[in-house]
């Protein structure tokens, strides 16, 4: 696989996306926990976990007890949405990618083969988000996006091989169902056979609505994730969920990240 920087693979849109950070680091969560990985995180969100509506003021309280560790990048109440933000064309976006990986600087090492496109909501940036698809196609590359479920994956993107980290947001995120359960979404991406339905766990209420929804769009591959931004949180969550995981034949994940780093950003 080569580290060298390639033209556009497949011509897509090449609008400027917003950017909250670019870094190399490990999967903390899922299937692919530990392996290395490319990150870009988008900025903007559809959503607002942890509110029922988009904070009005810094002093807001949380509603939900899942609480979103990325407010940064949509909670304009609490933060300033502009700092550090980059506008990146989708090719600018995997050329900043490629340059982090250090097979780049060095060839010695072997390549970074698996890439993470997050956010906020990276399926509200079709464009960019396609053309890494397709990028990494081009280059023997992996490619998970983190999304909440709740836009309909364009064909061309399933076609490009990705796989989905389907996070469906739950009664704790205090968001309203009708926004953050749409089942034409949901649907889709069951049926693209790519999706991996991750479900945040902040108490144990959120287990019984993890298994109705599981019955009413038959989710295959479940994956409980802690809630927390402490390694004494993760384990908490972690040991909640453990009996029931193994009970109702789900996988249970850690987040290899907050045990390491905390909740530091870029990691």
């Known amino acids: 696989m080569s580290a060298v920087l390639l033209p556009i693979a497949i011509p897509t ?23 290395r990985a490319l ?12 509110y029922a509506e988009a904070p009005t003021s810094q002093d807001s309280p949380p509603q939900g007890s899942m609480l979103c560790d990325t407010e940064y990048t949509w909670n304009s109440a609490k933060h300033d949405l502009s700092a550090g933000v980059r506008h990146l064309t989708p090719q600018e976006i995997w ?3 490629i340059r982090l990986d250090p097979t780049t600087s060095n060839p010695s090492l072997p390549p970074v083969d698996l890439i993470v496109v997050t956010g906020g909501e990276p399926l509200l940036h079709k464009d960019a988000v396609l053309h890494l698809a397709h990028q ?21 993107l399933v076609a490009a091989g990705v796989a989905f980290n389907a996070g469906l947001k739950l ?51 479940i994956w409980l994730s802690p809630e927390g931004t402490t ?29 390491i780093w905390g909740g530091q950003r870029a990691r």
């Open 13 to 35: 849109g090449q609008r400027p996306a917003p950017i909250a950070e670019l870094f190399y680091s490990f999967q903390g969560e899922g299937v692919n926990l530990g392996r």
């Open 39 to 50: 990150f870009v995180r988008f900025l903007g969100c559809n959503l607002t976990c942890g």
């Open 95 to 97: 050329n900043e990618l």
């Open 136 to 156: 990494a196609a081009a280059t023997s590359r992996h490619i998970e996006i983190e999304t909440n479920a709740t836009i309909k994956p364009a064909l061309e």
């Open 171 to 221: 009664a704790s995120s205090a968001v309203p169902r009708k926004k953050r359960i749409k089942p034409d979404a949901i649907k889709k991406l069951e049926a693209s056979g790519r999706a991996r339905w991750k479900f945040v766990v902040s108490a144990f209420d959120d287990l019984a609505e993890i298994a109705a929804l599981q019955a009413q769009f038959g989710l295959t591959e």
């Open 231 to 259: 390694p004494e949180r993760v384990l908490e969550q972690m040991r909640m969920a453990a009996a029931p995981a193994l009970k109702h034949g789900w996988n249970l994940t850690t987040r290899e990240h907050v045990l």
